[in-house]
């Protein structure tokens, strides 16, 4: 049967995605907390169910937390690292996509460095698809667990003020938590070098800030983005030393924040270039570890619920 609430084939973005189901994302993810913290980690929610991560893009974490999501399901999980460099990008994606659906999996978990190389897949197979990070569009898991960790920590999202740091250009992240928070009823601020900040981002309803002692003043959440270097095509920053000092988070910079302001990185993390090591390992105000394990309650829980679509769909050959 499918989710009542959440009733989607795919979770491409969080673009469009309600409240009442981002919550309801939230609630289910919240039951496998205490799971993961215990001794058996697994259910058998998704037994005999097939999952194949396809990663076109490298990745540490997000591939290893759906890789374990599944497996706690009780599912089979592949993982495919496919190298994109000397193929047409297109040609590769499409095929792949169709061998793969032939093959029965019931969730492809899905990264590509092309925006909107997920959703291209998408419409191709005939099993669930869950976007791992598709270019500089969207990532929405990772805003999942950043809004999971947040909702933990400080009891709602609602009203709360979130300072989004650094390289926003460039980061789906930021992207995917822009959607959510504002559909949440946070306050958005992004603090940014001119240059790395996208045009026309204020129309999406985020106030906009050149200037990290202003944008950080009273926030109750830090989060801060890695700079990407891999995807900047030119010269973005000045160098590595100028990036930190007026851009990368320290003490000083971080006591403009609200006393009890949360520290977040969705990693891998520039030690020194976004972020001082002694504010990104300090465990009292530093939720970057949780997020990490948060990570795999919300795959496990979007996993779960694309996999029930799903099976009604390959029920009816695809008719619904
Ligand atoms: C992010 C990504 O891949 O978009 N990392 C992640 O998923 N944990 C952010 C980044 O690479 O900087």
Not at 41 to 59: D, H, M, Q, Y
């Amino acid at each position: 049967m499918r989710d009542p609430v959440f009733p989607h084939r795919h979770l491409l973005g969080i673009e469009g995605l309600t409240p009442i189901e981002i919550n309801h994302l939230l609630d289910c993810s919240e039951r496998y907390i205490a799971l993961n913290r215990g001794e058996h980690k697994t259910t058998e929610a998704l037994k005999g169910r097939t999952v194949i991560n396809l990663f076109f893009e490298n990745s540490t974490r997000t591939r290893t937390s759906f890789e374990l999501a599944g497996l706690r399901l009780g599912a089979h999980v592949i993982n495919m690292q496919v190298e994109t460099s000397s193929v047409t990008k297109g040609e590769t994606l499409i095929d792949t996509a169709v061998t793969l659906n032939a093959m029965h999996p019931d969730v492809l978990a899905v990264r590509h460095s092309d925006s909107g190389a997920v959703k291209l897949l998408a419409d191709k197979v005939n099993c669930g698809v869950v976007n791992g990070g598709d270019g500089s569009h969207e990532h929405p898991t990772q805003a999942l667990l950043d809004a999971l960790t947040i909702r933990r920590r400080k009891g709602k999202l609602n009203g709360l003020v979130v300072a989004i740091c650094g390289d926003v250009l460039h980061s789906r992240v930021a992207r995917s938590n822009f959607y959510l928070l504002l559909t949440m009823g946070a306050r958005v601020r992004i603090i940014a070098p001119r240059t790395l900040i996208p045009s026309g981002i204020d129309r999406l309803g985020v106030e906009v800030f050149t200037d990290m002692s202003k944008g950080l003043k009273d926030a109750d959440i830090v989060m801060m983005l890695r700079v990407q270097h891999e995807r900047m095509k030119g010269s973005f920053i000045p160098s590595v030393r100028e990036y930190f000092r007026f851009f990368g988070l320290d003490r000083a910079k971080l006591s403009q924040a609200k006393p009890d302001a949360l520290i977040m990185h969705p990693g891998p993390m520039n030690r020194g270039t976004e972020i001082d090591s002694d504010v990104a390992d300090d465990f009292e105000r530093s939720a970057i570890r949780e997020q990490v394990e948060l990570g795999v309650a919300v795959r496990m829980a979007v996993l779960e619920i694309l996999s029930q679509n799903n099976a009604l769909h390959a029920q009816t050959g695809g008719a619904t």
